[in-house]
């Protein structure tokens, strides 16, 4: 992988989330909970990115998103890459737990979690 590839992905939960990510960044967005595993199978490498962001609205944790497709993300990070999880509109503490216990058992280590205008958004590392 060239350096100028990108190494930042980010990848939208649900199709009402008014986001776009920069050019530089690769992108999926899924509308089926079991397209979260697969969508990123052909366009990142393993061990290529820095970051991943996972963005969804509160609405979507019980809906779309599949805790158990977080594991399949972890071998396309590089040993120091940040997974960043933005949930918005106001997210209710089930969801927050459901993703910090997605990370964790997908052998990622939250390092910050923060509040803010009607978002968290929790940030993990692979554990070592």
């Known amino acids: 992988m060239s350096s100028e590839e990108p190494n930042t992905a980010v990848v939208l939960i649900g199709n ?3 986001f776009k990510p920069g050019s ?3 992108s999926a ?3 089926k909970r079991e397209d979260l595993s697969t969508c990123l199978e052909s366009k990142a490498e393993p061990s290529s990115l820095d970051s991943f962001h996972l963005i969804m609205k509160a609405s979507s944790v019980p809906t779309l998103f599949d805790p158990d497709a977080l594991s399949s993300f ?3 990070l590089r040993p120091s890459a940040e997974v960043i999880v933005h ?3 106001n997210p209710g503490e ?3 737990d459901t993703v910090k216990v997605a990370l964790v058992l997908a052998n990622l280590r939250v390092e910050s979690q923060q509040t ?3 978002a968290y958004i929790v940030s993990a590392k692979l554990s070592q």
Request: aromatic fraction near 4%.
């Open 74 to 76: 972890v071998p396309l």
């Open 116 to 118: 803010g205008e009607g």
């Open 29 to 31: 967005t899924i509308t």
């Open 87 to 89: 949930i918005m509109d």
């Open 16 to 18: 009402d989330i008014f």
């Open 24 to 26: 530089n960044a690769i």
């Open 94 to 96: 089930e969801d927050i």
